[in-house]
T-cell receptor, first 113, second 111 residues
Framework: GAVVSQHPSRVICKSGTSVKIECRSLDFQATTMFWYRQFPKKSLMLMATSNEGSKATYEQGVEKDKFLINHASLTLSTLTVTSAHPEDSSFYIC?????????FGPGTRLLVL | TQLLEQSPQFLSIQEGENLTVYCNSS?????LQWYRQEPGEGPVLLVT?????EVKKLKRLTFQFGDARKDSSLHITAAQPGDTGLYLCAGAPITGNQFYFGTGTSLTVIP
């Protein structure tokens, strides 16, 4: 399998500030990473597909200027929530695809006050 | 759009009971995965099924992939409190990198 890490695990910020979340593939090079958002006891909602060296592909309804994704290397993708508001509070999870399976990071809990 | 529908959405049972969770779609998948997720953590892979009709067992958990590779089921025998969590199925399409997740089943096993 693949090992994926995320940092930070939890973050609390004030409304209007920006927050950066890192996703790292620790044991293999990932040309593609995925960013999800999840509400309590609900399934994962795909936000965007992060592509190394090129622009991310965003799902319908996800604001690309609000959720900035950068995939600068084969092991690191970042998600920046810009000008965060309380409605952005959620659980954000990244994943990588290795062969026929997706492997997930431990998630980042964002709370915007 | 949720391509995969799971049922039931919520399930609360007593310890020792059996249960089955279903994951259905009208689309064909090259493979299907089942994950369990606990609050505040990322989903953890339980199994990947690839062949239509395939059955895999993981201790008290039995997974089946439909013959047409459009659906799957997860059966838990003699449920234990440690089985409590959110169960998610996910399908890998024939083409493309993206996985499609099911709607999720929240299971609570009462001691």
């Amino acid at each position: 399998g693949a090992v994926v890490s995320q940092h930070p695990s939890r973050v609390i910020c004030k409304s209007g500030t920006s927050v950066k979340i890192e996703c790292r593939s620790l044991d293999f090079q990932a040309t593609t990473m995925f960013w999800y958002r999840q509400f309590p006891k609900k399934s994962l909602m795909l936000m965007a597909t992060s592509n190394e060296g090129s622009k991310a592909t965003y799902e319908q309804g996800v604001e690309k200027d609000k959720f900035l994704i950068n995939h600068a290397s084969l092991t690191l993708s970042t998600l920046t929530v810009t000008s965060a508001h309380p409605e952005d509070s959620s659980f954000y999870i990244c994943s990588v695809r290795y062969q026929e399976t997706q492997y997930f990071g431990p998630g980042t809990r964002l709370l915007v006050l | 759009t949720q391509l995969l529908e799971q049922s039931p959405q919520f399930l609360s049972i007593q310890e020792g009971e059996n249960l089955t969770v279903y994951c259905n779609s009208s689309s064909v998948f090259s493979s299907l995965q089942w994950y369990r997720q606990e609050p505040g953590e990322g989903p953890v892979l339980l199994v990947t099924v690839v062949t239509g009709g395939e059955v895999k067992k993981l201790k008290r958990l039995t997974f089946q992939f439909g013959d047409a590779r459009k659906d799957s089921s997860l059966h838990i025998t003699a449920a234990q409190p440690g089985d409590t969590g959110l169960y998610l199925c996910a399908g890998a399409p024939i083409t493309g990198n993206q996985f499609y997740f099911g709607t999720g089943t929240s299971l609570t096993v009462i001691p």
